[in-house]
């Protein structure tokens, strides 16, 4: 029989969840093909994994979206809301041309938040009034406002709630099915969401069975792993290595010791309390965000001091209090931060850094932590007054929401910023009209440039690119996709149906050097240089004098010191950052791929000899780098270095080299990955680590 009350709560609460979506929107951008407000990096990135996937056909993974970022990734690794990517694409015939529904998701986060706080205090309390109220707390929490401004797909923390309420109500029919269904939706959402739920889940079901692992235990996780594999199967999860799943970031992006009562996510955010300042905490723990707000920590501190009084009568819930501590441990990661203290840090073995590092952000894992503190702060404050739960818990809200005032007119109140235009040149217009593709020559997950381009990306309709941004992606199969690039390059060869962006000096300068003679338009516009094959008589004077302005070094007897995308620099195409490991490089630039090159000019100096200082050798299984050494096309020689070798030593040179540009290239011919020695999770090709180049 359909409960006429809960129905009529269950539309409230879709009712609030418009009312905040049109306030966190503004009502002018809550329409399904209103893109103007999708302004940072991540929403505009998300909006573009979606509007590749929903354009191509259908393959098998469901979820492939190569076209967006030309590699072969999946959907589940954007941040698009896979299940509702996957709808929209079903019923993509019928809807408006510009369609996408992340504002359909937005008003169901919203909903679903305020929603299932209401149902798991309603179910402790028996009062409707009371968990009316504490269903405004949920749907104000800071970090959930906080993450749908960047985060679309993470903002579903009606998920964690809806987890709690399952293990709450066990007087449910067909639990099991509930749970199986809730885990295998949130691996349809965010791959995080589907983490937290495993381990809640794996901490429920011992304790609901007595702190042992029965049958009943190893039945309903058995189920709930076979489900979830076979339909992360079926969307793409496997589509990339197992080791790709690992990346950069347990340790770093994590939670401080004291996030929850510090009101700021970082010293560039704003901050989220009018009473109390901000508590410095390193760059990282950005992802371990989880202020409870000036009236929830009131509240606490209120039923601290009714526990000391009623000392002998405290009881704990171990189930929750153990899932809080473990997740609450997970999230400190292995680097432990008091405020601005570093209290410890443990270097971890690969053993465990590995597994590990499929968490990453392990910072996230606060939040379950955040929301049942807040519950049973609400629940308990229920059970000490006899009268006027209501009227009480009203008192605490206000203070939670003039706690929260600044920061809750920021985000609900003012006008939403709306994404500005910046290619106004009409170069753009031309390019938009006749080629089928734009990409980068600078291939990464985080080009510089992709900030403007996704704007011209999301209003013109492109069949592919390479931009891209992925949570995941198949790190090796990236680097092959710039070592071939750079190799049709370098044979002068190009696709003829793509436009490229160059905002690599390193690569301007080679580019150039390639194709100063072809038949190929240079354009400097709007800040960006833009290569368009076949369009040379195209060009203006001013973008013909700034072409030819663009030179290379010009050298004489010196060392200079390697960095990558100088504006003075030496390098050509097929570099890559010093990054390696674990650990963030901060000088030298590594070679990878087959190809690397030195770009340079001498006049009326005699170079005889080069000399290249190595920081490191990458060789695989004991054997040799062999590369072989090509000054301005002619072969010098081939070399053999080994992990001891700390320069290549360019001898009797003078007469490979002429008056003018030169180019010498290292056409490495066995790069590995450390990857493949499993010394790392990095994919890249390299070669070696170059630190400085000396000319006599």
């Not at 809200?397 to 009409?426: A, G, H, M, T, Y």
């Not at 000899?609 to 695989?620: A, G």
Request: aromatic share 18%; net charge positive; hydrophobic share 45%.
């Amino acid at each position: 029989m359909i409960n006429k009350s809960e129905v009529l709560i269950f539309s409230l609460s879709f009712l609030i969840g418009f009312i905040f979506t049109a306030l966190f929107l503004g009502l002018s951008n809550i329409g399904l093909e209103n893109t103007d407000w999708f302004t940072s990096y991540d929403l505009k990135s998300d909006l573009l994994a979606f509007k590749f996937f929903l354009n191509d056909n259908w393959r098998f993974p469901i979820g492939l979206n190569p076209n967006y970022g030309e590699l072969l990734n999946s959907i589940v690794f954007s941040g698009a809301v896979p299940i509702f990517s996957f709808i929209s694409k079903l019923l993509n015939s019928i809807l408006p041309e510009n369609f996408h529904f992340f504002s359909i998701w937005i008003i169901l986060c919203f909903s679903l938040q305020f929603w299932f706080g209401y149902k798991i205090i309603y179910y402790l309390t028996k009062n409707n009034s009371y968990s009316l109220l504490a269903g405004v707390f949920f749907i104000i929490s800071p970090i959930l406002i906080y993450r749908l401004n960047f985060h679309l797909s993470l903002g579903a923390h009606w998920l964690i709630l809806a987890a709690i309420f399952l293990d709450i109500d066990k007087n449910q029919k067909n639990i099991l099915i509930k749970k199986i269904f809730l885990i295998i939706f949130s691996s349809l959402v965010h791959f995080y969401f589907t983490i937290i739920l495993i381990f809640m889940n794996l901490f429920f079901s011992f304790f609901n069975n007595k702190l042992r692992f029965t049958n009943n235990f190893f039945k309903e996780n058995f189920l709930i792993f076979l489900f979830l594999i076979i339909v992360m199967y079926f969307v793409g999860y496997f589509h990339i290595p197992v080791t790709d799943a690992l990346g950069f970031g347990f340790g770093y992006y994590k939670t401080n010791f004291l996030s929850f009562i510090d009101p700021m996510p970082s010293s560039n955010l704003n901050n989220w309390s009018v009473i109390l300042p901000d508590i410095y905490n390193f760059s990282g723990e950005v992802e371990g965000f989880a202020y409870l707000g000036f009236g929830i920590l009131i509240l606490i501190f209120y039923l601290l001091v009714k526990s000391i009084k009623n000392f002998i009568n405290i009881k704990i819930n171990y189930k929750y209090f153990s899932l809080c501590l473990f997740l609450f441990l997970l999230a400190l990661s292995n680097n432990i931060s008091f405020g601005s203290f570093n209290l410890v840090s443990i270097d971890l073995p690969n053993v465990l850094y590995a597994p590990l590092s499929i968490l990453r952000a392990s910072g996230r894992l606060i939040w379950p932590v955040y929301y049942i503190i807040i519950i049973f702060s609400i629940y308990k404050f229920y059970n000490l007054k006899q009268k006027g739960h209501s009227s009480f818990l009203v008192i605490f809200l206000l203070i939670q929401i003039f706690d929260f005032s600044n920061s809750l007119n920021i985000n609900l109140l003012k006008e939403k910023k709306v994404r500005d235009d910046e290619l106004n040149d009409p170069i753009w217009k031309f390019v938009s009209q006749n080629y089928t593709n734009i990409s980068t020559t600078n291939i990464s997950n985080r080009t510089e440039s992709f900030d403007i381009i996704s704007n011209f990306l999301i209003d013109n309709d492109f069949e592919s690119t390479n931009y891209f941004r992925l949570g995941r992606y198949n790190r090796e199969v990236a680097s092959e996709y710039r070592s071939k690039f750079v190799k049709k390059l370098t044979l002068k060869e190009i696709d003829l149906n793509k436009a490229f962006v160059i905002e690599n000096k390193d690569h301007l300068r080679h580019i150039k050097f390639l194709f100063k003679d072809s038949n190929h338009g240079f354009f400097n516009r709007d800040g960006l240089w833009i290569l368009l094959p076949e369009q040379r008589k195209l060009m203006s004077k001013n973008d013909l004098a700034k072409f030819n302005s663009i030179e290379a070094r010009l050298v004489n007897n010196e060392k200079i010191t390697i960095k990558e995308n100088s504006k003075n620099g030496i390098l050509g195409l097929g570099w890559s950052h010093p990054n390696y490991g674990r650990s963030i490089g901060v000088s030298g630039v590594w070679s990878e791929g087959y190809f690397s090159s030195f770009i340079f000019k001498l006049q009326d100096v005699k170079i005889e000899t080069i000399n290249i200082f190595l920081k490191q050798v990458f060789t695989h299984q004991n054997k040799d780098l062999k590369i072989r050494i090509l000054i301005n096309n002619k072969n010098y020689k081939v070399i053999s270095l080994n992990l001891n070798n700390k320069k290549i030593n360019l001898k009797n040179i003078e007469d490979y080299l002429i008056s003018g540009d030169n180019i010498i290239t290292l056409n490495v011919l066995n790069p590995s990955t450390p990857l493949s020695k499993l010394t790392s999770i990095d994919g890249r090709l390299l070669g070696v680590l170059v630190e400085k180049i000396e000319f006599n």
